[in-house]
């Protein structure tokens, strides 16, 4: 899973017509730790290529930037699809899983 760092390099996925999704994680609850094995078991058996993590706690500007650029409310975890600047779809907590995941 690559990182998300900047506003910058999210600024320059959202221009991109290629689909990518953002997780963002908190290493500090066990909720976030679960969705993470999810998201990166999933990555492993769907090589899907474009993942960022974005770590709540050390991205904390950006992860309120990404909550007021999107409209959407922030959440921990959550996991969000974009691609062609709309957003496919997003979740979070216990909703984030495997099948839902793949379906997207």
């Known amino acids: 899973m690559k990182i998300l760092q900047d ?4 600024k320059q996925l959202w ?10 994680n908190s290493t500090t609850c066990s909720i976030s730790n679960r969705a ?3 998201v990166e078991d999933v990555i492993k058996k769907s090589n899907i290529p474009n993942i960022y993590m974005l770590d709540v706690h050390q991205q904390s500007d950006l992860k309120m930037y990404i909550a007021d650029f999107l409209w959407i409310q ?6 969000i699809c ?4 709309e957003i496919l779809w997003h979740t979070s ?4 899983t495997h099948e839902r995941i793949q379906n997207h």
């Open 7 to 10: 506003k910058k390099y999210f």
């Open 15 to 24: 221009d991109s017509p290629e689909k990518f999704w953002i997780f963002k």
């Open 36 to 38: 993470c094995w999810i």
């Open 74 to 79: 922030h959440e921990s975890p959550q996991l």
């Open 82 to 85: 974009i691609q062609n600047k």
């Open 93 to 96: 907590h216990g909703n984030i």
